[in-house]
């Protein structure tokens, strides 16, 4: 009985009781992390004030010297404050700035992006053409206005800027702006686009070519409508950093205070003439520029500041959009 | 011709016409160095290629003389020593990047790591805001509320006569220069750093955890060791920002080719500066004079070749992590 009775199994080795998983408090860390600790937070506060302050400061000024006569009369010369008229001039140059821009760098930016996710062939160069944008993306603005200003003072190219009386050529208008400040907002309208491509799964692709579908078909009808939203998001991105330019707008718009007709072709003389936008008026606003208007710099500033919440406020909704899409 | 491309595409044809627009990058990089260079080309040979970065004079009144010099200037017009401005780069760009790491670094992993929920949820669009707030803002509140709080409340008048024969002390100057120029660069790093820590593996944390680190131990000695490529890129990138950052500076830093000496101790911090991108735009208007041109294409050149060796740096500081196949 002894032999073939059932043995019950040998309890396993009792472990010794695991304590309660406690909390990582810290409270029981060492002195030096939690210095570290603090200071991991009092970073953090510290960015939140620093945004907090500017734009509460910002808003507080702007509200204070912003009426609705500022933004509707045009900016004149004068010495006293009260005699320089309003801003309704760098808010149409910063809006016909900005269409240009994007306008350009948007097309732009999509083809480039296509080519280099859906063919890249021959690969080295497709790795060059990306990392040229990532050299574009690099470069200072100012250096990017200076270079403008070299190319569109070659004669061939006097048609499209501001003529000096004496026919010297003096590259200056809203085309060379806006086409140099196309450089500026390509890189990220061209990081966006190549995201949402390379996001979208390959069976989509090879569904669309096996109903025997070109390349191109697909790009055009399966691959494009998908990428809209980022396409959108990476414009939003691209007018932001056009509309807060500054150094191009000083080189290659003249900064002039009224936005100054070349010819008088209403709307091709206008594009060829010179002007100023938000940022150039703030600037000359400003103790640093010539015309000392610290209230008109705020109140610009403010609208500038507007512009620039809103369209960060865009990028927000469409990158929230795309995400429920996806969900 | 139009009917022609409005014919459906063959692939051919799609491969060369997209490619075409692509390559339209890299011509214009080609461009942009060649023209830039060809109008820097008079200045440099006139100053023996690189001595016009060195000491010498005062750079302001060798600029100011340039605009006298004529429509056909000789090369002994061009004399140029621009160590003040080059100086101002360096030291604008060097110190605030080094206080923006510091507290990049700090800030990413408070938001990766230790800000609840809810704090996050503030602060992580408090830094893309400081990223998108225009560059002239900055200025603006540098000049109309930074500058005057130093100039009437940290510099004391003592401090102002003592050196009034030499500079003049407003406000505006390297500590203001510096502290708006990290502001506006550490949300750029701090992006950066965010996006490497969070791309760490999950299973690397857990490890160090597993092992009995505590929550800052892991996020310090695993997550911030795996992204030190991902920090010196931040580093490298912000850096090029801080080049090329004229409008701003030219605000803040006080707008005089002026090379501060460290030996003056306090009032260093308040004497004016003014880094190379501030006096492009700055001497814009004086263009009509070759020799000034010629500068300021030189002063590009060297940015922009600063940039270029910037983005390489940044590609190279980044391989590392490419290798351990995290995308960052």
Same mark, same amino acid.
């Given at each position: 009985m002894a032999a073939t009775a059932y043995e019950a199994p040998p309890p396993p080795p009792s472990a010794p009781p695991r304590p309660a998983p406690r909390r990582d408090a810290v409270r029981t860390w060492k002195w030096s992390h939690r210095l570290a600790f603090g200071t991991c937070w009092a970073c953090g506060i510290a960015l939140g004030l620093v945004c907090a302050a500017i734009v509460v400061y910002m808003g507080v000024r702007g509200v204070q010297y912003l009426n609705p006569r500022l933004l509707f009369t045009r900016p004149q010369p004068g010495l006293a404050q009260s005699t320089t008229g309003g801003i309704l001039d760098p808010i149409v140059g910063t809006v016909i700035l900005t269409i240009i821009g994007i306008a350009i760098a948007v097309p732009l930016a999509v083809v480039a992006a296509v080519w280099v996710v859906e063919y890249g062939r021959p690969a080295p160069l497709a790795r060059a053409v990306e990392s040229g944008i990532e050299v574009v993306a690099g470069t200072p603005d100012i250096v990017i206005a200076i270079f403008g200003l070299a190319i569109f003072q070659l004669p061939i190219l006097a048609p499209v800027s501001f003529t000096a009386?004496?026919?010297?050529?003096?590259?200056?208008?809203f085309l060379a702006a806006g086409s140099m400040m196309s450089l500026i907002a390509l890189p990220l309208v061209f990081g966006a686009v190549r995201e949402g491509l390379t996001a979208i799964p390959a069976h989509v692709r090879e569904a669309s070519w096996a109903l025997g579908k070109t390349r191109v078909c697909t790009i055009r009808e399966i691959l494009l409508p998908q990428v809209r939203h980022n396409v959108a998001t990476g414009a939003a991105l691209g007018m932001g950093r056009i509309v807060g330019d500054t150094a191009v707008v000083v080189v290659l718009l003249g900064a002039t205070l009224q936005i100054e007709r070349q010819g008088s072709v209403p709307i091709l003389g206008d594009l060829r003439g010179t002007g100023s936008t938000l940022t150039s008026y703030v600037y000359n606003a400003s103790p640093a520029g010539e015309g000392n208007a610290p209230q008109k710099a705020y109140a610009a500033a403010f609208v500038l500041l507007l512009i620039v919440l809103f369209l960060n406020f865009a990028v927000d909704l469409l990158g929230r959009r795309r995400k429920e899409t996806r969900a | 011709m139009l009917a022609r491309l409005r014919q459906p595409w063959t692939d051919r044809q799609a491969t060369w016409r997209l490619g075409a627009v692509a390559c339209l990058v890299l011509l214009l990089i080609t461009l942009m160095v060649v023209f830039v260079t060809v109008r820097a080309w008079p200045m440099l040979r006139a100053n023996g290629w690189v001595s016009w970065l060195g000491p010498g004079g005062s750079v302001d009144d060798q600029l100011g003389r340039m605009i006298k010099t =004529?429509?056909?200037?000789?090369?002994?017009?061009?004399?140029?020593?621009?160590w003040p401005l080059v100086y101002g780069t360096l030291l604008t760009t060097g110190v605030s990047v080094l206080i923006g790491l510091v507290f990049s670094v700090f800030s990413a992993i408070f938001i990766v790591e230790f800000a609840p929920a809810r704090v996050r949820a503030v602060v992580v669009p408090a830094v893309r805001l400081l990223a998108a707030v225009p560059s002239v803002i900055y200025g603006l509140v540098g000049i109309l509320v930074l500058a005057p709080f130093v100039g009437n409340h940290l510099i004391s008048p003592g401090r102002k006569t003592s050196v009034q024969n030499v500079v003049?002390?407003? =406000?505006?100057g390297v500590l203001v220069a510096i502290v708006v120029l990290t502001v506006m660069i550490v949300p750029i790093m701090i992006a950066i750093v965010v996006d490497a820590l969070r791309a760490i593996p999950p299973a690397w944390t857990e490890g160090a955890a597993a092992l009995g680190a505590n929550r800052w131990e892991t996020i310090w000695t695993v997550g911030v060791r795996a992204a030190r490529p991902a920090i010196v890129a931040a580093a490298v990138l912000a850096c090029a920002r801080a080049l090329g950052e004229a409008v701003a500076l030219s605000m803040v830093?006080?707008?005089?080719?002026f090379s501060p000496n460290p030996?003056?101790?306090?009032?260093y911090l308040f004497e004016p500066i003014r880094p190379l991108a501030a006096s492009m735009v700055e001497n814009v208007d004086a263009m009509n004079a070759p020799a000034v041109k010629s500068s300021i294409y030189a002063f590009a050149l060297l940015l922009l070749l600063s940039s270029l060796a910037l983005s390489i740096g940044g590609y190279l500081a980044k391989l590392p992590l490419r290798r351990q196949g995290l995308r960052v």
């Open positions: 009386s004496g026919g010297g050529v003096f590259g200056r208008s | =004529g429509q056909d200037p000789p090369d002994a017009a061009y004399h140029l020593r621009a003049q002390l407003d =406000g505006t830093s006080g707008s005089r080719g030996v003056d101790g306090v009032t």
